[in-house]
């Protein structure tokens, strides 16, 4: 008998919370395996970490019972802080149910205050307390006349606003503690802001401290952080539990601080997971990975947890390959068993609609259910592969992200030159790589070399840079232009180098002042920094300055870089796109977010699709073969008992609402009702169509959101649900005249000599792909059988009743989940 | 009186569009289709055209008379002897509002058939024989489809021309098999190969690029095993010497594999052939079209056997040719150059940049001219001269244009003056700015190091005199003389090498009745006019005129003959849509006998006039009215320099005589002699609308004598 996940839930909280009996314990601060604590504001949180009887490993920090001997040397509190009192060796043991670890620690200078530095020790405080946040004095702007810089990436300037600005009446060093700064901050004076700080804390202390130290700023020579760490890095937890982190920060000198307190930390998936801003991490009850981004002083990590279901994975559907061992593998970890395989008929509807944007035909269908062949869904991949839709559906994708924006309607030419070149690569199956570096490199006149119709479109060098970071290298660069990237560790230098690249695109008018040639303008390529003012030489985020020639164009350069083999962006970010296209979330997600702060879900997998991609030489046909060969890509959309909260470890495919194009020519071809496009050849199908043009002539398009093509994220195309799209598909005029079209489907069905039996099979085969269940086919019948009254309530003769009657089941068939979603 | 003649609109003619809704200036004739736009020499062919103010469109005129028209029912039976070689002339259409502007007409030596009925889909597409030729306009929002037998192993060549005959076209051509599957497919240059998989059932497609279509988006496709060439090495020979060539291609006769591609990817061939270069070049067939390729001499080569292949332009080099020797594209395998020379280099493979030397004395003054994208290539050659690793020079193209915003002749091939400021050996890099992601053996150019020649070229303008100030309406037009009236027509001076000598114009082969007064271009100006005036009765003319400029450089007298200049279509703004301009195979005049100009204003006296400088004169004028244009003039004097900021002299409204007062201290005239004109732009009412026209008085001449010396 199968467990109901319910009662599998409570007996693993259970076992976590009850039966976690520690075998052996082991007590930490900075992963050294001796404390060595300098003056007097030192501070340092322990952790201590139990091993269990079975080997599982659990956070202990906050059960165990402290003690250190000799007295007088530190304290330690309960939750493990320990603090200095005065010089001396000391040892510290942990102990929680007869098992103990120690720790050996040595004071220094205990009574020695330090002088402060502002940048190391004041700025955390605000940036802890909110103060320069992007919603508080930290916007653009600052906060009822005081302004700090965001996340206070720039202690100079938040030095020059606290002490110097409206001339000094911020702070008041005679008697600190009446500074406007800390009333404000612990709110006896009025605070839009509300209480910041606690007058009891050690921040509050610090800060009264450093006034009455006469405000220093620091001397140039003062240690600066160089990179934090987090202790642990990365752990296996069960269901609500919990885990006490350790920020460490390094500085310039060699030291290592504690910065448990001062650290920020934010959960990516914030439905999975809670952080204090004491370093303390809380699962809630959904199964997963989460990761808790740490933040401090620009400088950002990231903790791993992952909370396995633990169910038994007694059994596997047969590997098919690479993608299935690395998936497999995750699911097994996680306790999570993958639901069953899905049938022939649910995957050549998927298959076909997410290769070539389309339903299959009813020979297609027909043929492929019947046919024996093992090997026939690599075929029909192959086939799917071959047909001009794969193109068309994919270039529809690309083109939009690429901005291929109709903006007058002059500029038709362009807009089908541009799109009619990124189809016959993706026809000819052009490597990727090549693909990229033709469009970055464009150079000319657009009527010659479609591609330069992109820098059309991006016409600044930071958009340019900002459009290549996000959709070729899953970077999001945007926030780095105007400070440090918050959640990255990309800086305002890092962005203008990178801008650089495009520093030499020049341009000239040609036909018309608009109509601009792109070509490289000789000359050594730099940016300016508009923060520093200074000039940047071009470096790809990781890469250091490069060195190109004034006589090269640095575009290449820019396009040779992504094409190295070791590039950790470009392959990556590809796969993952490209995986969110098949499965409907990306390993890492958004898929061009791959920020260090959000890791992949997999990265094994991710590793192993990229190295695959650069080794198959950027064969995107072969990507989506090795994904959609894949039993992970097969897998049944109905969940098993244990997999329905899985929304990241693609144990089963995650039906999503089929796009704006696809459903338009999926309704069309169940009604048998061709539209028409202005300007477009008869026939012509909504994912064919090479721009946004045709989005302001076609509400269906826009309320199902297809893109404007204005941005460089596959976020413009809405995919979430809306009233007004159920509206439309319920009672829409344009849908009710399909229904009731005289050429349409159901007047030929209801005139169809067949049997309806026989109809209505043939129509659950063009909308589903599948044959209609027997109770459907009852119901079905009884209501094509229903006597009808028209409008002047008389009884409608028998023909005119079937053709309503197909009408009837034609709208329920459109209004079905099962016809909307591909699953 | 002006003629009122009831506007016999579609007299012979399917008209597409209707005259201007408003007449900004008088209307002439305007063609904009001939369908079909060609046929075999040594047949005749049956053509209609479209166009606007078509009145009594009778004649087709040609660029080369052995093709003749004769009206028939409403449309033309065109002849073509069989001498006319394969090519590309211009047709004209003349009727009672004057001579149109031109339109492409092809000869060629492959059977042409008309497209006639729909062929949208593959089930109605249209036979088409291998070697054979189609003519038709594509439809707004569908394709042609063409269906041919095959055999296995052929090279077939769909070679579609539009943009070349002025359609609005941009064509795109598939092959599919019998299945509908694609199996090749071009986007750019209208030229499709195909070899052919197996025997069997073909089909043609094709679409405009963004399915536009109407008589305006005309075509002329040929589906053919003829030779086709895509470049040829050197691209220029020495005029009057037979010239060892290599052409590069498909299809060639006794062609060997290439080891190249051409941009569709398709092997090439190459023959080497040697080719008489002639003395001058036949500006009436084939030819450069673009405005600043009026700086580039050569003629035009076609292959003749089996069929004539298409045209290649070949140059006149005036210095010794060399090819460019690859690899040279490391400045350290930089080809040793002794000018005055020429380089014939290719901008191929994508990204290429070749370097060369030469040794120079302090003092030495070169011109370095490139010729590439004015071959009509998609090119911008870069040219950089540098002393070891020291920048001396470098050029992105010639921003010069003298045509104006209608007829732009900047190009993007760099002419630069290079001085040695020290003995040395020099190094120059060309390489193409548009070229770092194109693969394109087509992609040639000429590198050409000479001294100093001072030149010329002209081209005279067929362009309505502007409405307003920067007027940005642009208008396929051609120059109407009116019984009694005077036109000017428009001519620039693309010069070279710093030449900025006075250019003398005057035109030859005008018609009995019409006389030309000598204009100049004066020292360093780039436009000049020349003023063509009617007599009372002239006979009804239409025909080709040469516009000839002579100048002095030393002792030498260089003479050239001017290129036409036009327009194709009509643009409401250039700034925001594109221009067509082209150069044309002639220069079109027609005389009117029966319209009378509007208004003709003369000098009562038809004499020279003799002022000293510094003097007044007074020139008693007549102004002769017609019809209603009885409005005040402002009577704007030109021709002389200062002359342009002299006061107009006013007319009063119906007034039929003036006194034009000029004087000479105040303008500051120099001496010397001068042809000058009065213009003036006037409303009034022809065929009962409104109009605007720009009036020209007869020409004066005028001598101005040096002042005589004060007497002590």
Known sequence: MKRSPIILTCLLAFSATVLAQPASLKIEATGAPELTLHGKDARQQLLVTATLADGAVRDFTHQAAYSAAPAGIVNVDANGIVTPLADGAVTITAEADGVKSTLAVHVEGAAHEAPINFANQIVPIFTKAGCNAGGCHGKASGQNGFKLSLLGFEPAEDYEHIVKEARGRRVFPASPENSLLLLKGINSTPHGGGKRLDPKSDDYALLVRWISQG?????????????????????????????????????????????????????????????????????????????????????????????????????????????????????????????????????????????????????????????????????????????????????????????????????????????????????????????????????????????????????????????????????????????????????????????????????????????????????????????????????????????????????????????????????????????????NRGIVEPEDDMRETNPPSNPELLDALAQHFIEGGYDLKTLIRDITRSQTYQLSAVPNHYNGPDRQNFSRYYAKRLTAEVLFDSINEVTRTPSGFPGMPAGTRAISLPDNSFNAGSYFLTVFGRPESSSACECERTQEASLAQALHLLNAKDIQDKLASDAGAAAKLAADPRSDEEKLRQLYLIAYSRAPEARELELAKAHLDKPRKGTDGMPLDAAKSKRMGYEDILWAILNTKEFLFNH | ???????????????????????????????????????????????????????????????????????????????????????????????????????????????????????????????????????????????????????????????????????????????????????????????????VPADGTYLLKVHDLAFAGGADYFYRVALTTAPHIDFVLPPSGKPGEKGKFTLYGRNLPGGVPANVKGDDGQPLDKVEAEIDVPTAGDPHVDGLSNPAAAAVDGFSYRLSSPHASNAVFIGFANEPVVVEHEPNSKPGEAQKLTPPCEVAGQFFPAGDADFYTFDA????????????????????????????????????????????????????????????????????????????????????????????????????????????????????????????????????????????????????????????????????????????????????????????????????????????????????????????????????????????????????????????????????????????????????????????????????????????????????????????????????????????????????????????????
């Open chain 2, 1 to 195: 009186m002006v003629a009122r003649r009831p506007p016999i609109l579609c007299a012979f003619v399917a008209c597409s569009s209707f005259p201007h809704p408003w007449a900004a200036e008088l209307p002439v004739i305007r063609l904009d289709t001939v369908n079909p736009p060609g046929g075999k020499a040594g047949s005749e062919v049956e053509v209609g055209i479209t166009g606007a103010d078509l009145d009594e469109a009778k004649e087709l005129h040609f660029s080369n008379p052995g093709i003749t028209a004769e009206p028939k029912d409403k449309r033309f039976v065109v002849k073509i002897a069989p001498n006319v070689p394969p090519g590309i002339y211009d047709v004209r259409a003349t009727g009672l509002l004057g001579i149109s502007n031109p339109r492409a007409f092809v000869v060629g030596d492959l059977p042409q058939t008309t497209k006639t009925g729909a062929n949208s889909t593959p089930e109605t597409a249209i036979e088409l024989p291998v070697d054979s030729v189609i003519a038709g306009a594509t439809t707004a929002s569908a394709a042609d489809y063409f269906k041919f037998t095959a055999k296995k192993g052929q090279r077939v060549l769909a070679d579609c021309d539009a943009a070349e005959l002025d359609s609005r076209l941009s064509p795109v051509l598939t092959f599919l098999d019998g299945a509908g599957h694609e199996l090749g497919t071009s986007r750019r240059g209208g030229l499709l190969d195909f070899v």
């Open chain 1, 215 to 583: 405000l220093p700023y620091g001397q140039e020579s003062d240690p600066k952080v160089t990179k934090i760490e987090v202790l642990p890095k990365q752990r296996t937890m069960t269901l609500k539990s919990e885990q006490q982190l350790v920020a460490l920060a390094h500085y310039s000198d060699g030291t290592v601080h504690d910065v448990t307190r001062s650290a920020l930390y934010e959960p990516n998936e914030k439905s999975m997971a809670e952080a204090d801003e004491e370093g303390r991490v809380k699962l809630f009850d959904q199964p997963g990975d989460v990761a808790i981004m740490v933040r401090y002083q620009g400088k950002v990590t990231t903790f791993r947890a992952t909370a396995p279901l633990g169910a038994t994975v007694a059994s596997l559907p047969p590997s098919h390959n690479y993608i299935d061992d690395l998936v497999f593998a995750k699911l097994k970890a996680m306790g999570m068993p993958p639901s069953e395989p899905c049938d022939d008929a649910t995957f050549i509807r998927r298959v076909s609609l997410d290769i070539a944007g389309r339903l299959p035909n009813l020979e297609e269908t027909q043929r492929f259910l019947a046919d024996t062949d093992p090997v026939k869904r690599d075929k029909l991949i192959d086939d799917l592969l071959a047909s001009p839709e794969y193109a068309d559906y994919f270039a529809n994708k690309w083109s939009a992200l690429l901005r291929n924006k109709r903006t007058k309607p002059a500029d038709a030419p362009m807009n089908f030159g541009f799109y009619d070149w990124i189809r016959d690569g993706l026809r000819a199956n052009k490597p990727y790589n090549v693909f990229v570096r033709e469009l970055l490199s464009a150079s000319g006149d657009v009527a010659e070399n479609p591609p330069v119709a992109w820098y059309r479109q991006v016409k600044e060098p930071q958009q340019e840079l900002e459009d290549t970071a996000q959709l070729f290298l899953g970077m999001r660069m945007q926030c780095a232009q105007c400070h440090h990237h918050p959640f990255e560790k990309w800086s305002q230098n890092d962005y203008y180098s990178f801008g650089a690249f495009f520093s030499q695109v020049g341009r000239k008018p040609t036909t018309t002042k608009e109509n601009e040639a792109i070509f490289h303008r000789r000359g050594i390529a730099t940016a300016i920094n508009k923060k520093t003012k200074q000039p940047v030489r071009p470096a790809a985020l990781i890469t250091g300055p490069m060195e190109i020639p004034a006589d090269e164009d640095p575009r290449i350069a820019l396009a040779d870089w992504m094409s190295e083999r070791a590039n950790p962006f470009f392959a990556r970010t590809l796969v993952n796109r490209y995986w969110k296209h098949f499965l």
């Open chain 2, 361 to 712: 004395k302090k003092g030495d003054v070169w011109w370095i001219e490139t010729i590439s994208q004015r071959l009509d290539l998609p090119t911008n050659p870069f040219v950089l001269i540098q002393r070891d690793t020291a920048d001396v020079q470098e050029a992105y193209g010639a921003d010069t244009n003298v045509g104006g915003i209608r007829f732009s002749t900047a190009s993007n091939d760099p002419v630069v003056r290079f001085e040695a400021k020290e003995d040395g050996t020099y190094r120059v890099k060309v390489s193409d700015l548009f070229g770092n992601s194109r693969n394109d053996p087509r992609n040639v150019y000429r590198l050409i190091i000479r001294k100093e020649s001072p030149d010329f070229r002209l081209v005279a303008l067929a362009e309505p005199p502007p409405e307003k100030k920067d007027d940005r309406k642009a208008d396929p037009y051609s120059t109407l003389l009116r019984a009694d009236g005077t036109n000017a027509i428009k001519v620039v001076a693309l010069r070279r090498d710093g030449f900025g000598g006075e250019i003398e114009l005057h035109v030859e082969g005008l018609p009995a009745g019409v006389t030309c007064q000598p204009t100049k271009i004066a020292a360093g100006a780039t436009e000049g006019i020349v003023l063509l005036t009617s007599c009372e009765k002239p006979e009804r003319w239409a025909g080709s005129i040469r516009v000839i400029g002579k100048a002095k450089v030393g002792d030498k007298e260089l003479t050239c003959e001017a290129r036409g200049g036009a327009v194709a279509w009509t643009v409401a703004d250039a700034n925001v849509d594109a221009v067509r301009p082209r150069l044309t195979r002639e220069i079109a005049l027609a005389v009117s006998a029966a319209e009378p100009a509007p208004v003709s204003v003369a000098a009562t006296e038809d004499k020279r006039w003799e002022i000293p400088a510094g003097g007044k004169i007074e020139i008693p004028l007549k102004v002769t009215r017609r019809g209603e244009f009885k409005e005040a003039l402002k009577l704007k004097p030109t021709g002389a320099p200062g002359l342009e900021a002299a006061k107009e002299i006013d007319v009063a409204a119906g007034a039929t005589t003036t006194t034009a007062t000029i004087d000479l201290a105040a303008a500051k005239i120099p001496s010397g002699e001068y042809t000058v004109y009065f213009q003036a732009q006037t409303k009034g009412k022809f065929r009962g609308k409104d109009a605007t026209t720009t009036i020209y008085s007869a020409p004066i001449r005028l001598a101005v004598q040096p002042a005589s010396p004060k007497q002590p």
